[in-house]
Protein backbone atom coordinates (compact mmCIF):
# COMPACT_ATOMS: atom_id res chain seq x y z
CA UNK A 1 0.00 0.00 0.00
CA UNK A 2 3.10 2.31 0.66
CA UNK A 3 4.25 1.98 -2.57
CA UNK A 4 1.40 2.27 -4.31
CA UNK A 5 0.47 5.49 -2.19
CA UNK A 6 4.55 6.23 -3.18
CA UNK A 7 3.26 6.21 -6.75
CA UNK A 8 0.02 8.24 -6.97
CA UNK A 9 2.33 11.17 -4.85
CA UNK A 10 4.88 11.02 -7.60
CA UNK A 11 2.35 11.78 -10.44
CA UNK A 12 0.97 14.73 -8.96
CA UNK A 13 4.48 16.22 -7.89
CA UNK A 14 5.19 19.76 -8.64
CA UNK A 15 8.77 19.42 -9.28
CA UNK A 16 9.10 16.71 -11.76
CA UNK A 17 12.81 17.52 -12.98
CA UNK A 18 14.43 16.18 -9.74
CA UNK A 19 12.50 12.83 -9.79
CA UNK A 20 12.82 12.35 -13.76
CA UNK A 21 17.27 13.14 -13.33
CA UNK A 22 17.20 10.82 -10.63
CA UNK A 23 15.45 7.55 -12.23
CA UNK A 24 17.32 8.61 -15.51
CA UNK A 25 20.52 8.28 -13.76
CA UNK A 26 19.36 5.06 -11.97
CA UNK A 27 18.57 3.85 -14.97
CA UNK A 28 21.74 5.15 -17.05
CA UNK A 29 24.89 4.98 -15.14
CA UNK A 30 25.25 1.07 -14.87
CA UNK A 31 27.63 0.19 -17.34
CA UNK A 32 28.16 3.60 -18.40
CA UNK A 33 31.85 4.16 -17.01
CA UNK A 34 32.84 0.31 -16.89
CA UNK A 35 31.32 -1.17 -20.07
CA UNK A 36 34.24 -0.85 -23.45
CA UNK A 37 34.36 0.95 -26.34
CA UNK A 38 32.03 -1.11 -28.85
CA UNK A 39 32.63 -1.71 -32.05
CA UNK A 40 31.98 -0.30 -34.62
CA UNK A 41 29.67 3.18 -34.98
CA UNK A 42 30.83 4.29 -31.18
CA UNK A 43 34.26 3.50 -31.68
CA UNK A 44 35.04 5.32 -34.96
CA UNK A 45 32.55 8.70 -33.72
CA UNK A 46 34.75 8.53 -30.72
CA UNK A 47 38.16 7.98 -32.21
CA UNK A 48 37.52 10.75 -35.01
CA UNK A 49 36.00 12.88 -32.05
CA UNK A 50 39.59 12.65 -30.27
CA UNK A 51 42.03 13.16 -33.51
CA UNK A 52 39.73 16.50 -33.63
CA UNK A 53 40.51 16.89 -30.04
CA UNK A 54 44.63 16.08 -30.73
CA UNK A 55 44.79 17.97 -34.11
CA UNK A 56 42.50 21.32 -33.43
CA UNK A 57 41.00 20.72 -36.89
CA UNK A 58 36.99 20.63 -36.51
CA UNK A 59 35.80 21.29 -39.68
CA UNK A 60 37.26 17.53 -40.89
CA UNK A 61 36.13 14.60 -39.60
CA UNK A 62 38.85 11.89 -40.12
CA UNK A 63 39.19 8.17 -38.91
CA UNK A 64 43.09 7.52 -38.60
CA UNK A 65 44.18 8.50 -41.68
CA UNK A 66 40.69 8.19 -44.23
CA UNK A 67 37.87 10.96 -43.83
CA UNK A 68 34.92 10.08 -42.71
CA UNK A 69 32.23 11.81 -45.44
CA UNK A 70 28.89 10.17 -43.37
CA UNK A 71 27.10 12.15 -41.27
CA UNK A 72 27.99 16.89 -39.87
CA UNK A 73 29.95 17.54 -37.46
CA UNK A 74 27.88 18.24 -34.28
CA UNK A 75 28.61 15.36 -32.20
CA UNK A 76 31.76 15.90 -32.54
CA UNK A 77 31.83 18.78 -31.47
CA UNK A 78 29.81 18.10 -28.59
CA UNK A 79 32.23 15.16 -28.13
CA UNK A 80 35.37 17.51 -27.87
CA UNK A 81 33.80 19.99 -25.93
CA UNK A 82 33.23 17.40 -23.43
CA UNK A 83 36.92 16.30 -23.16
CA UNK A 84 37.68 20.02 -23.42
CA UNK A 85 35.47 20.71 -20.32
CA UNK A 86 36.49 17.61 -18.26
CA UNK A 87 40.40 18.32 -18.86
CA UNK A 88 40.41 21.64 -18.34
CA UNK A 89 38.75 20.67 -14.49
CA UNK A 90 41.89 18.18 -14.36
CA UNK A 91 39.58 15.18 -15.35
CA UNK A 92 41.96 13.16 -17.82
CA UNK A 93 39.59 12.33 -20.77
CA UNK A 94 40.76 11.93 -24.39
CA UNK A 95 41.53 8.28 -23.99
CA UNK A 96 38.19 7.64 -21.56
CA UNK A 97 35.11 6.22 -23.66
CA UNK A 98 32.78 7.47 -21.14
CA UNK A 99 33.92 11.13 -21.73
CA UNK A 100 32.75 10.49 -25.27
CA UNK A 101 29.04 9.19 -24.54
CA UNK A 102 28.45 12.08 -22.20
CA UNK A 103 26.53 14.22 -24.68
CA UNK A 104 24.35 10.98 -25.50
CA UNK A 105 23.45 10.67 -22.16
CA UNK A 106 22.57 14.63 -21.87
CA UNK A 107 21.31 14.53 -24.96
CA UNK A 108 18.66 11.75 -23.15
CA UNK A 109 18.10 13.40 -20.59
CA UNK A 110 16.77 16.74 -22.53
CA UNK A 111 14.63 14.46 -24.27
CA UNK A 112 12.66 12.91 -21.51
CA UNK A 113 12.88 16.62 -19.65
CA UNK A 114 11.20 18.03 -22.78
CA UNK A 115 8.66 15.04 -23.11
CA UNK A 116 7.45 16.29 -19.72
CA UNK A 117 7.37 19.87 -19.79
CA UNK A 118 6.57 20.40 -23.34
CA UNK A 119 3.91 17.49 -23.53
CA UNK A 120 2.24 19.21 -20.54
CA UNK A 121 0.22 21.55 -23.47
CA UNK A 122 -1.10 17.67 -25.60
CA UNK A 123 -1.32 15.43 -22.47
CA UNK A 124 -1.57 17.50 -19.58
CA UNK A 125 0.87 17.37 -16.04
CA UNK A 126 0.47 14.41 -14.83
CA UNK A 127 0.47 12.21 -17.92
CA UNK A 128 3.15 14.13 -19.10
CA UNK A 129 4.84 13.32 -16.23
CA UNK A 130 4.06 9.51 -16.75
CA UNK A 131 5.40 9.82 -20.69
CA UNK A 132 8.82 11.04 -19.49
CA UNK A 133 8.98 8.20 -16.98
CA UNK A 134 8.21 5.63 -19.63
CA UNK A 135 10.60 7.36 -22.21
CA UNK A 136 13.33 6.52 -19.83
CA UNK A 137 13.71 2.90 -19.44
CA UNK A 138 12.96 2.25 -23.62
CA UNK A 139 15.59 -0.42 -24.42
CA UNK A 140 16.58 1.23 -27.24
CA UNK A 141 16.93 4.58 -25.62
CA UNK A 142 19.07 2.77 -22.69
CA UNK A 143 21.20 1.88 -25.07
CA UNK A 144 21.83 4.82 -27.01
CA UNK A 145 22.93 6.20 -23.94
CA UNK A 146 25.49 3.91 -23.73
CA UNK A 147 26.89 4.79 -26.63
CA UNK A 148 28.87 7.56 -27.93
CA UNK A 149 26.83 8.95 -31.17
CA UNK A 150 24.41 10.98 -32.47
CA UNK A 151 20.75 9.53 -32.51
CA UNK A 152 20.31 10.30 -28.26
CA UNK A 153 21.11 13.97 -28.75
CA UNK A 154 19.25 14.50 -32.24
CA UNK A 155 15.94 12.98 -30.22
CA UNK A 156 16.55 15.99 -27.72
CA UNK A 157 16.87 18.46 -30.92
CA UNK A 158 13.16 16.64 -32.23
CA UNK A 159 11.56 16.46 -29.32
CA UNK A 160 11.70 20.09 -28.19
CA UNK A 161 11.14 21.08 -31.48
CA UNK A 162 7.53 18.75 -31.67
CA UNK A 163 6.76 19.91 -28.36
CA UNK A 164 7.34 23.37 -29.85
CA UNK A 165 5.09 22.85 -32.86
CA UNK A 166 2.29 21.24 -30.37
CA UNK A 167 1.68 24.37 -28.54
CA UNK A 168 2.02 26.16 -32.08
CA UNK A 169 -0.80 23.31 -33.37
CA UNK A 170 -3.01 23.78 -30.35
CA UNK A 171 -2.32 27.37 -29.32
CA UNK A 172 -1.44 29.32 -32.42
CA UNK A 173 -2.65 32.61 -31.11
CA UNK A 174 -0.35 32.54 -28.20
CA UNK A 175 2.65 30.94 -30.06
CA UNK A 176 5.38 33.79 -29.11
CA UNK A 177 8.33 34.72 -31.39
CA UNK A 178 10.83 33.22 -29.43
CA UNK A 179 9.25 30.20 -28.99
CA UNK A 180 9.44 30.16 -33.01
CA UNK A 181 12.62 31.03 -32.74
CA UNK A 182 13.68 28.27 -30.54
CA UNK A 183 11.59 25.55 -32.61
CA UNK A 184 13.86 26.64 -35.89
CA UNK A 185 17.51 27.04 -33.70
CA UNK A 186 17.02 23.41 -32.49
CA UNK A 187 16.00 21.94 -35.96
CA UNK A 188 19.70 23.63 -37.24
CA UNK A 189 21.33 21.58 -34.16
CA UNK A 190 19.70 18.94 -35.39
CA UNK A 191 20.39 19.30 -38.96
CA UNK A 192 24.21 19.66 -37.50
CA UNK A 193 23.77 16.45 -35.52
CA UNK A 194 22.01 14.01 -38.50
CA UNK A 195 20.96 16.09 -41.94
CA UNK A 196 18.06 16.15 -43.08
CA UNK A 197 16.34 14.08 -40.27
CA UNK A 198 15.58 16.11 -37.61
CA UNK A 199 13.61 19.00 -40.05
CA UNK A 200 11.66 16.04 -42.01
CA UNK A 201 10.09 15.33 -38.45
CA UNK A 202 7.70 18.26 -38.28
CA UNK A 203 7.44 18.43 -42.27
CA UNK A 204 6.17 15.02 -42.48
CA UNK A 205 4.17 15.77 -39.10
CA UNK A 206 2.79 19.17 -41.11
CA UNK A 207 1.51 17.62 -44.08
CA UNK A 208 -0.20 15.42 -42.38
CA UNK A 209 -1.93 17.36 -40.17
CA UNK A 210 -2.68 19.89 -43.09
CA UNK A 211 -4.03 17.20 -44.67
CA UNK A 212 -6.47 15.69 -41.68
CA UNK A 213 -7.18 19.06 -40.93
CA UNK A 214 -8.57 20.14 -44.44
CA UNK A 215 -12.59 20.97 -44.07
CA UNK A 216 -15.01 18.78 -44.71
CA UNK A 217 -15.84 18.62 -48.47
CA UNK A 218 -13.03 20.41 -49.78
CA UNK A 219 -10.69 19.07 -52.81
CA UNK A 220 -7.45 17.39 -51.99
CA UNK A 221 -5.03 20.40 -52.83
CA UNK A 222 -6.96 22.82 -49.68
CA UNK A 223 -5.09 22.43 -47.22
CA UNK A 224 -5.65 23.56 -43.69
CA UNK A 225 -2.51 25.21 -41.42
CA UNK A 226 -3.35 28.25 -39.48
CA UNK A 227 -0.34 27.11 -37.09
CA UNK A 228 2.19 27.30 -39.80
CA UNK A 229 2.23 31.61 -39.83
CA UNK A 230 2.99 31.34 -35.74
CA UNK A 231 5.88 29.17 -36.61
CA UNK A 232 7.40 32.36 -38.93
CA UNK A 233 8.12 30.39 -41.56
CA UNK A 234 9.74 33.49 -43.72
CA UNK A 235 12.50 33.59 -41.07
CA UNK A 236 12.57 30.26 -39.64
CA UNK A 237 13.93 28.13 -42.25
CA UNK A 238 16.73 31.00 -43.06
CA UNK A 239 17.81 30.72 -39.02
CA UNK A 240 17.95 27.10 -39.35
CA UNK A 241 19.95 27.36 -42.07
CA UNK A 242 22.16 29.80 -40.55
CA UNK A 243 22.88 27.27 -37.73
CA UNK A 244 24.38 24.82 -40.07
CA UNK A 245 25.31 26.21 -43.56
CA UNK A 246 28.96 28.10 -42.08
CA UNK A 247 30.25 24.05 -41.59
CA UNK A 248 29.13 22.60 -44.73
CA UNK A 249 30.44 25.38 -46.67
CA UNK A 250 34.08 25.35 -44.54
CA UNK A 251 33.77 21.14 -44.95
CA UNK A 252 33.07 21.65 -49.04
CA UNK A 253 36.03 23.96 -49.36
CA UNK A 254 38.17 21.60 -47.01
CA UNK A 255 37.08 18.52 -48.67
CA UNK A 256 36.80 19.69 -51.98
CA UNK A 257 32.84 18.49 -52.37
CA UNK A 258 33.87 14.95 -51.46
CA UNK A 259 31.79 15.16 -47.57
CA UNK A 260 28.39 15.51 -50.28
CA UNK A 261 29.15 13.47 -52.71
CA UNK A 262 29.84 10.63 -50.10
CA UNK A 263 27.24 11.77 -47.34
CA UNK A 264 24.21 11.90 -49.65
CA UNK A 265 24.94 9.64 -53.13
CA UNK A 266 27.44 7.18 -51.10
CA UNK A 267 25.48 7.05 -46.67
CA UNK A 268 21.73 8.56 -47.48
CA UNK A 269 20.78 7.28 -50.81
CA UNK A 270 22.89 3.64 -49.89
CA UNK A 271 20.55 2.97 -46.69
CA UNK A 272 16.84 4.39 -48.28
CA UNK A 273 17.75 2.29 -51.52
CA UNK A 274 19.58 -1.09 -50.21
CA UNK A 275 20.53 -2.68 -46.77
CA UNK A 276 23.79 -0.90 -46.55
CA UNK A 277 26.54 -2.80 -43.91
CA UNK A 278 24.03 -5.57 -43.85
CA UNK A 279 21.09 -3.94 -42.30
CA UNK A 280 18.55 -5.12 -44.64
CA UNK A 281 15.42 -5.09 -42.98
CA UNK A 282 11.59 -5.99 -44.71
CA UNK A 283 8.48 -3.56 -43.79
CA UNK A 284 7.18 -4.12 -40.22
CA UNK A 285 10.34 -5.01 -38.77
CA UNK A 286 10.09 -2.08 -36.47
CA UNK A 287 6.48 -2.95 -35.48
CA UNK A 288 7.80 -6.23 -34.81
CA UNK A 289 10.54 -5.83 -32.43
CA UNK A 290 8.90 -2.87 -30.69
CA UNK A 291 8.02 -4.99 -27.75
CA UNK A 292 11.67 -5.07 -27.23
CA UNK A 293 12.89 -1.45 -28.26
CA UNK A 294 10.65 -0.19 -26.13
CA UNK A 295 10.53 -2.75 -23.32
CA UNK A 296 9.34 -2.02 -20.83
CA UNK A 297 6.96 0.64 -21.77
CA UNK A 298 5.65 -0.91 -24.93
CA UNK A 299 3.09 -3.12 -23.22
CA UNK A 300 1.28 0.51 -22.23
CA UNK A 301 1.86 1.78 -25.26
CA UNK A 302 0.03 -0.99 -27.65
CA UNK A 303 -2.51 -1.41 -25.37
CA UNK A 304 -3.12 2.61 -25.62
CA UNK A 305 -3.25 2.66 -29.59
CA UNK A 306 -6.73 1.25 -30.39
CA UNK A 307 -8.16 4.12 -27.87
CA UNK A 308 -5.90 6.71 -29.63
CA UNK A 309 -6.62 6.40 -33.26
CA UNK A 310 -10.02 6.36 -32.28
CA UNK A 311 -10.00 9.53 -30.48
CA UNK A 312 -8.20 10.99 -33.70
CA UNK A 313 -10.36 13.83 -33.92
CA UNK A 314 -9.34 15.57 -30.56
CA UNK A 315 -6.56 18.10 -31.13
CA UNK A 316 -3.70 16.71 -28.99
CA UNK A 317 -4.24 12.79 -30.19
CA UNK A 318 -4.25 13.92 -33.85
CA UNK A 319 -1.05 15.86 -33.25
CA UNK A 320 0.38 12.98 -31.45
CA UNK A 321 -0.27 10.38 -34.39
CA UNK A 322 0.87 13.31 -37.05
CA UNK A 323 4.19 13.29 -35.68
CA UNK A 324 4.87 9.47 -35.11
CA UNK A 325 2.56 7.38 -37.45
CA UNK A 326 4.19 9.41 -40.67
CA UNK A 327 8.05 9.12 -39.04
CA UNK A 328 7.03 5.25 -38.45
CA UNK A 329 5.83 4.42 -41.63
CA UNK A 330 8.71 6.19 -43.40
CA UNK A 331 11.51 4.07 -41.71
CA UNK A 332 9.19 1.01 -42.56
CA UNK A 333 9.90 1.77 -45.62
CA UNK A 334 13.60 2.56 -46.20
CA UNK A 335 15.59 -0.26 -46.98
CA UNK A 336 18.41 -0.32 -43.95
CA UNK A 337 16.83 -1.04 -40.35
CA UNK A 338 18.80 -0.36 -37.11
CA UNK A 339 16.34 -0.16 -34.41
CA UNK A 340 17.33 3.20 -33.20
CA UNK A 341 15.61 4.90 -36.51
CA UNK A 342 12.15 4.94 -35.25
CA UNK A 343 13.74 6.90 -32.05
CA UNK A 344 11.96 10.22 -32.83
CA UNK A 345 8.65 9.16 -32.85
CA UNK A 346 8.90 7.12 -29.23
CA UNK A 347 7.93 10.41 -27.28
CA UNK A 348 4.94 10.98 -29.10
CA UNK A 349 4.23 7.35 -28.50
CA UNK A 350 4.96 7.63 -24.63
CA UNK A 351 2.70 10.85 -24.27
CA UNK A 352 -0.08 8.54 -25.90
CA UNK A 353 0.11 5.87 -23.81
CA UNK A 354 0.58 7.92 -20.46
CA UNK A 355 -2.50 9.82 -22.12
CA UNK A 356 -4.21 6.11 -21.80
CA UNK A 357 -2.81 5.23 -18.44
CA UNK A 358 -3.90 8.15 -16.49
CA UNK A 359 -7.49 8.24 -18.25
CA UNK A 360 -10.30 6.85 -16.34
CA UNK A 361 -12.59 6.26 -19.21
CA UNK A 362 -9.81 4.58 -21.46
CA UNK A 363 -10.89 2.59 -24.39
CA UNK A 364 -10.00 -1.53 -23.07
CA UNK A 365 -8.12 -3.09 -25.86
CA UNK A 366 -8.74 -6.18 -28.07
CA UNK A 367 -7.87 -9.12 -25.76
CA UNK A 368 -5.59 -10.28 -28.40
CA UNK A 369 -3.57 -6.83 -28.14
CA UNK A 370 -3.42 -7.39 -24.31
CA UNK A 371 -2.06 -10.75 -24.51
CA UNK A 372 0.13 -9.68 -27.17
CA UNK A 373 1.49 -6.01 -24.92
CA UNK A 374 1.65 -8.85 -21.56
CA UNK A 375 4.10 -11.45 -23.59
CA UNK A 376 6.27 -8.47 -24.91
CA UNK A 377 6.43 -7.19 -21.31
CA UNK A 378 6.78 -11.31 -19.70
CA UNK A 379 9.49 -12.00 -22.34
CA UNK A 380 11.73 -9.27 -22.89
CA UNK A 381 11.74 -8.95 -18.64
CA UNK A 382 12.66 -12.98 -17.98
CA UNK A 383 13.95 -13.48 -21.75
CA UNK A 384 17.24 -10.68 -21.69
CA UNK A 385 18.55 -11.80 -18.53
CA UNK A 386 18.33 -15.67 -19.90
CA UNK A 387 20.37 -14.48 -22.96
CA UNK A 388 22.75 -12.48 -21.04
CA UNK A 389 23.57 -15.85 -18.91
CA UNK A 390 23.83 -17.58 -22.01
CA UNK A 391 26.09 -15.70 -23.47
CA UNK A 392 28.20 -15.82 -20.62
CA UNK A 393 28.17 -19.51 -20.31
CA UNK A 394 28.46 -20.17 -24.58
CA UNK A 395 31.53 -17.56 -24.24
CA UNK A 396 33.33 -18.06 -21.66
CA UNK A 397 32.22 -21.34 -20.00
CA UNK A 398 30.88 -20.49 -16.68
CA UNK A 399 27.50 -19.24 -14.99
CA UNK A 400 27.05 -15.39 -14.55
CA UNK A 401 25.68 -14.70 -11.08
CA UNK A 402 24.48 -11.29 -12.19
CA UNK A 403 22.55 -13.05 -14.92
CA UNK A 404 20.22 -15.20 -12.15
CA UNK A 405 19.93 -11.24 -9.81
CA UNK A 406 18.60 -9.99 -12.74
CA UNK A 407 16.34 -13.01 -13.59
CA UNK A 408 15.10 -12.61 -10.25
CA UNK A 409 14.46 -9.21 -10.82
CA UNK A 410 12.62 -9.63 -13.98
CA UNK A 411 10.05 -12.76 -12.52
CA UNK A 412 9.27 -10.12 -9.93
CA UNK A 413 9.07 -7.37 -12.04
CA UNK A 414 6.80 -9.50 -13.92
CA UNK A 415 4.57 -10.39 -11.22
CA UNK A 416 3.79 -7.33 -9.96
CA UNK A 417 3.06 -5.26 -13.31
CA UNK A 418 0.48 -7.95 -14.34
CA UNK A 419 -0.86 -7.90 -10.78
CA UNK A 420 -1.39 -4.00 -11.29
CA UNK A 421 -2.29 -4.77 -14.58
CA UNK A 422 -5.48 -7.04 -13.89
CA UNK A 423 -6.32 -4.42 -10.94
CA UNK A 424 -6.61 -1.49 -13.88
CA UNK A 425 -3.82 0.75 -12.54
CA UNK A 426 -2.55 1.36 -15.01
CA UNK A 427 -1.05 5.14 -14.07
CA UNK A 428 0.44 2.94 -10.88
CA UNK A 429 1.74 0.37 -13.42
CA UNK A 430 3.89 2.71 -15.85
CA UNK A 431 5.47 4.56 -13.31
CA UNK A 432 6.23 0.85 -11.56
CA UNK A 433 7.70 -0.61 -14.81
CA UNK A 434 10.39 2.26 -14.72
CA UNK A 435 11.36 1.66 -11.40
CA UNK A 436 11.03 -1.72 -11.33
CA UNK A 437 13.53 -2.28 -14.22
CA UNK A 438 16.19 -0.52 -12.23
CA UNK A 439 17.87 -3.55 -11.31
CA UNK A 440 16.93 -5.80 -14.27
CA UNK A 441 19.06 -3.45 -16.33
CA UNK A 442 22.01 -2.92 -13.98
CA UNK A 443 22.70 -6.35 -13.50
CA UNK A 444 23.34 -6.93 -17.06
CA UNK A 445 24.64 -3.32 -17.70
CA UNK A 446 27.16 -3.25 -14.92
CA UNK A 447 27.17 -6.85 -14.14
CA UNK A 448 27.07 -9.10 -17.06
CA UNK A 449 28.69 -7.14 -19.77
CA UNK A 450 31.86 -5.57 -18.41
CA UNK A 451 32.92 -8.94 -17.45
CA UNK A 452 32.07 -10.60 -20.06
CA UNK A 453 36.13 -10.47 -21.16
CA UNK A 454 36.18 -12.81 -23.98
CA UNK A 455 34.46 -9.84 -26.38
CA UNK A 456 36.46 -6.98 -25.34
CA UNK A 457 39.39 -7.84 -27.29
CA UNK A 458 40.90 -4.49 -28.65
CA UNK A 459 41.34 -2.93 -24.87
CA UNK A 460 42.90 -6.76 -23.80
CA UNK A 461 45.45 -6.38 -26.50
CA UNK A 462 46.47 -2.88 -26.09
CA UNK A 463 46.59 -3.66 -21.97
CA UNK A 464 49.33 -6.33 -23.21
CA UNK A 465 51.46 -3.78 -25.47
CA UNK A 466 51.58 -1.38 -23.29
CA UNK A 467 52.85 -4.14 -20.44
CA UNK A 468 54.92 -5.21 -22.92
CA UNK A 469 56.26 -2.03 -24.40
CA UNK A 470 55.17 0.76 -21.95
CA UNK A 471 55.52 4.32 -24.18
CA UNK A 472 55.19 2.68 -27.80
CA UNK A 473 54.47 5.32 -30.06
CA UNK A 474 50.98 4.33 -31.92
CA UNK A 475 52.86 4.77 -35.32
CA UNK A 476 55.17 1.74 -34.15
CA UNK A 477 52.52 -0.66 -33.61
CA UNK A 478 50.92 -2.74 -36.58
CA UNK A 479 47.78 -5.03 -36.69
CA UNK A 480 46.46 -7.71 -39.40
CA UNK A 481 43.16 -9.24 -39.24
CA UNK A 482 41.36 -6.99 -36.62
CA UNK A 483 40.63 -3.50 -37.89
CA UNK A 484 38.01 -2.86 -35.73
CA UNK A 485 37.34 0.98 -34.28
CA UNK A 486 38.20 0.21 -31.10
CA UNK A 487 41.38 -1.06 -31.31
CA UNK A 488 42.22 2.57 -33.22
CA UNK A 489 40.26 4.11 -30.00
CA UNK A 490 42.50 1.94 -27.92
CA UNK A 491 45.69 2.44 -29.03
CA UNK A 492 45.70 5.92 -31.20
CA UNK A 493 44.46 6.53 -34.76
CA UNK A 494 48.05 6.33 -35.95
CA UNK A 495 48.33 2.52 -35.71
CA UNK A 496 48.83 0.96 -38.69
CA UNK A 497 46.10 -1.48 -40.55
CA UNK A 498 48.20 -4.00 -42.68
CA UNK A 499 46.88 -5.95 -44.97
CA UNK A 500 48.24 -9.61 -44.70
CA UNK A 501 51.28 -11.35 -43.14
CA UNK A 502 53.50 -10.59 -45.77
CA UNK A 503 53.11 -7.06 -45.01
CA UNK A 504 53.30 -7.31 -41.18
CA UNK A 505 56.72 -8.56 -41.95
CA UNK A 506 57.64 -5.91 -43.99
CA UNK A 507 56.68 -3.21 -41.50
CA UNK A 508 58.60 -4.93 -38.97
CA UNK A 509 61.63 -4.71 -40.98
CA UNK A 510 60.89 -0.78 -41.87
CA UNK A 511 62.40 0.11 -38.33
CA UNK A 512 63.39 -1.27 -34.99
CA UNK A 513 60.90 -1.17 -32.00
CA UNK A 514 58.19 -2.10 -33.57
CA UNK A 515 55.50 -4.34 -32.78
CA UNK A 516 52.66 -6.29 -34.85
CA UNK A 517 49.82 -8.68 -34.23
CA UNK A 518 49.03 -11.19 -36.73
CA UNK A 519 45.96 -13.20 -36.52
CA UNK A 520 45.92 -16.82 -36.57
CA UNK A 521 44.60 -16.97 -40.32
CA UNK A 522 47.72 -14.88 -41.09
CA UNK A 523 50.04 -16.20 -38.81
CA UNK A 524 51.95 -19.03 -41.37
CA UNK A 525 51.85 -16.50 -43.89
CA UNK A 526 53.77 -13.51 -41.40
CA UNK A 527 56.34 -16.17 -40.40
CA UNK A 528 57.65 -17.42 -44.02
CA UNK A 529 57.64 -13.89 -44.82
CA UNK A 530 60.14 -13.16 -41.80
CA UNK A 531 62.09 -15.76 -42.51
CA UNK A 532 62.57 -14.87 -46.70
CA UNK A 533 63.26 -11.33 -45.22
CA UNK A 534 65.70 -12.99 -42.60
CA UNK A 535 64.15 -11.42 -39.29
CA UNK A 536 64.68 -13.52 -35.98
CA UNK A 537 61.16 -12.43 -34.94
CA UNK A 538 60.00 -13.25 -30.96
CA UNK A 539 56.72 -14.33 -30.34
CA UNK A 540 55.54 -12.00 -27.12
CA UNK A 541 52.01 -13.22 -25.96
CA UNK A 542 48.47 -14.29 -27.26
CA UNK A 543 45.37 -12.71 -27.11
CA UNK A 544 42.09 -14.74 -28.03
CA UNK A 545 38.76 -14.24 -27.88
CA UNK A 546 35.53 -13.23 -29.59
CA UNK A 547 34.95 -10.91 -32.18
CA UNK A 548 31.22 -10.04 -32.20
CA UNK A 549 31.06 -7.52 -35.52
CA UNK A 550 32.26 -11.06 -37.02
CA UNK A 551 30.90 -13.68 -34.62
CA UNK A 552 33.97 -15.07 -34.47
CA UNK A 553 36.67 -16.69 -32.81
CA UNK A 554 40.33 -14.51 -32.92
CA UNK A 555 43.61 -15.44 -31.87
CA UNK A 556 46.19 -12.41 -32.29
CA UNK A 557 49.82 -13.10 -31.51
CA UNK A 558 52.48 -10.56 -30.85
CA UNK A 559 55.87 -10.59 -32.49
CA UNK A 560 58.58 -8.23 -32.59
CA UNK A 561 62.20 -8.64 -34.12
CA UNK A 562 64.72 -9.80 -31.78
Not at 40 to 54: G, I
Not at 174 to 184: I, K, R
Not at 377 to 394: D, E, M, R
Not at 552 to 562: G, I, N, P, T, W
Amino acid sequence: MRAAAFLDRLTETRRPVPWLVLLCLLLWLPGFFTIPAGDRDESRFAQASRQMVDSGDYVRIRLGEVERNKKPAGIHWAQAATVHALEAVGVPARDRIWAYRLPSLIGALIAVLATCLLGRTLVGRRAAFVAAAMLAPCMVLLVETHIAKTDAALLATITIAMGLMGRAYLTPQAFTTGQAAAFWAVLGIGVLLKGPIAPMIPLLAGLTLAVMDRPTGAPWWRLSAPWLRALQVGWGIPLMVLFAAPWFVAIGIATEGRFFAEAIGGDMLDKVGSGEEAHWGPPGMYAAIFGITAFPSAWIVLRALPGSWADRMQAPVRFLLAWAVPTWLLFEAVATKLPHYTLPAFPALMLLGARWAMDPLRQAPPRWLDWLAGLALGGVAIGLPLVAGYAVLHVEGRVEPFAITGLAAGVFMTWALVRMGRRAQWGRAALAASILVVPLFASVLEGVIPRLQAVWLSPRLAAQVAAMAPGLPARDFGVVGHHEPSLQFAMGGDIRLLRDGAAAAEFLAGAPGRIVAVNDRQEAAFRRAATDRGLAVRELGIVSGLNYVRGRQVAMSLFKVE
